[in-house]
């Protein structure tokens, strides 16, 4: 196969790969764009005096710092456990907002305190 | 050095607006995210085959763009909003990464119940024969997963040149390298595509 069909190719299937993302974009449902919509409009609040109403989350590094002290502190008895790297996990951790995960943290401690206690889900209901 | 890369160079001394000039970028800015709004999404939800995920790293390079760049010339806008995507995209793997070591560390059970159904989020055509529809589908799935395969820069270049279809100076500022490297990326992913489709669309 020379350069020529090479190229042809590469042409070729950067075209179908198009075709086809596109197709799948015009399928995207109504719920989808509806939500695009309203990203679009949080994204054009910024650009107003005052505007963006996610700005409230600059402080949010302080409190996961806080949160992540604190489950460290939780489960100082196995900081010998710790993995080589959980230094910068937890510097990931704070850079970022990551208040899901630790939401997902306080999940996690229920989970270890119920399989110490196997009859915990005795309980339930 | 093309026209967007020369003007994405010289004008970040740009004034701020104020009152009318506000309202025409406000305006402007909507028609671009407008524009480009619905290919970003399916290029972050193919990079973490997840909608919901990839809906909150388009709000948030939407959020980026208007707060940092609104006041760069248009043309620079698809590069630059670009690089938050893509930023938000690599952040995505990194989070997940260090959230499956933190479960790990506590204990948890990372299974993997949160890995996305390919079939629950592939797109749903519209207006042709059911026959037309799984053809189209079942080969919307093989790129996907063929492009989930390739390694992420190769992926970043292919997808904004060949879906958003930013020219190679664009895909350089979007990926912060060079436009060697894009070409080199972007080469290979063609390459490995072909290698991989080549069964199903020859």
Same mark, same amino acid.
């Given at each position: 196969?020379?350069?020529?069909?090479?190229?042809?190719?590469?042409?070729?299937?950067?075209?179908?790969?198009?075709?086809?993302?596109?197709?799948s974009?015009?399928?995207?449902?109504?719920?989808?764009? %509806?939500r695009?919509?309203?990203?679009?409009?949080?994204?054009?609040? =910024? +650009?107003?005096?005052?505007?963006?109403?996610? @700005? &409230? *989350?600059?402080?949010?590094?302080?409190?996961?710092?806080?949160?992540?002290?604190?489950?460290?502190?939780?489960r100082?008895?196995?900081?010998?456990?710790?993995?080589?790297?959980?230094? %910068?996990?937890?510097?990931?951790?704070?850079?970022?907002?990551?208040? =899901? +995960?630790?939401?997902?943290?306080?999940?996690? @401690? &229920? *989970?270890?305190?119920?399989?110490?206690?196997?009859?915990?889900?005795?309980?339930?209901? | 050095?093309?026209?967007?890369?020369a003007?994405?160079?010289?004008?970040?001394?740009?004034?701020?607006?104020?009152?009318?000039?506000?309202?025409?970028?406000?305006?402007e800015?909507?028609?671009?995210?407008?524009?480009?709004?619905?290919?970003?999404?399916?290029?972050?939800?193919?990079?973490?085959?997840?909608?919901?995920?990839?809906?909150?790293i388009?709000?948030?390079?939407?959020i980026?763009?208007?707060?940092?760049?609104?006041?760069?010339?248009?043309?620079?806008?698809?590069?630059?909003?670009?690089?938050?995507?893509?930023?938000?995209?690599?952040?995505?793997?990194?989070?997940?990464?260090?959230?499956?070591?933190?479960?790990?560390?506590?204990?948890?059970?990372?299974?993997?119940?949160?890995?996305?159904?390919?079939?629950?989020?592939?797109?749903?055509?519209?207006?042709?024969?059911?026959?037309?529809?799984?053809q189209?589908?079942?080969?919307?799935?093989?790129?996907?997963?063929?492009?989930?395969?390739?390694?992420?820069?190769?992926?970043?270049?292919?997808?904004?040149?060949t879906?958003?279809?930013?020219?190679?100076?664009?895909?350089?500022?979007?990926?912060?390298?060079?436009?060697?490297?894009?070409?080199?990326?972007?080469?290979?992913?063609?390459?490995?595509?072909?290698e991989?489709?080549?069964?199903?669309?020859?």
């Amino acid at each position: 196969m020379n350069d020529k069909d090479d190229m042809s190719d590469d042409e070729r299937i950067a075209r179908q790969t198009k075709e086809l993302f596109d197709e799948s974009v015009r399928g995207l449902d109504a719920e989808t764009l %509806s939500r695009l919509n309203r990203s679009r409009q949080k994204a054009l609040a =910024e +650009l107003k005096p005052g505007g963006g109403e996610l @700005r &409230w *989350l600059r402080w949010s590094p302080a409190v996961a710092a806080a949160v992540v002290a604190a489950a460290v502190v939780w489960r100082a008895g196995d900081l010998e456990q710790l993995p080589p790297d959980a230094a %910068s996990d937890f510097e990931m951790l704070l850079a970022g907002e990551e208040l =899901e +995960l630790l939401e997902d943290l306080e999940f996690y @401690r &229920w *989970l270890a305190l119920t399989a110490e206690e196997p009859d915990a889900d005795d309980h339930v209901g | 050095m093309n026209a967007i890369a020369a003007s994405f160079a010289v004008s970040s001394a740009h004034d701020k607006n104020t009152g009318v000039g506000t309202l025409q970028r406000e305006r402007e800015l909507n028609r671009f995210l407008m524009d480009v709004e619905k290919r970003a999404l399916r290029i972050a939800e193919i990079s973490v085959r997840d909608r919901d995920e990839a809906m909150d790293i388009v709000q948030d390079a939407m959020i980026g763009l208007a707060r940092k760049y609104a006041h760069r010339e248009g043309s620079e806008w698809a590069p630059l909003f670009y690089r938050i995507l893509q930023n938000g995209v690599r952040d995505w793997h990194r989070r997940r990464s260090v959230r499956q070591r933190v479960m790990s560390w506590f204990g948890g059970a990372a299974g993997d119940e949160d890995a996305a159904d390919p079939i629950a989020i592939a797109a749903d055509p519209d207006g042709r024969t059911p026959e037309q529809q799984l053809q189209s589908h079942e080969a919307m799935q093989a790129l996907e997963r063929a492009l989930t395969v390739l390694p992420l820069r190769q992926r970043e270049a292919f997808m904004l040149r060949t879906f958003e279809g930013l020219d190679v100076a664009g895909v350089a500022i979007a990926m912060r390298c060079t436009e060697g490297s894009v070409k080199t990326h972007y080469s290979r992913a063609v390459h490995a595509l072909r290698e991989m489709l080549g069964e199903h669309w020859r």
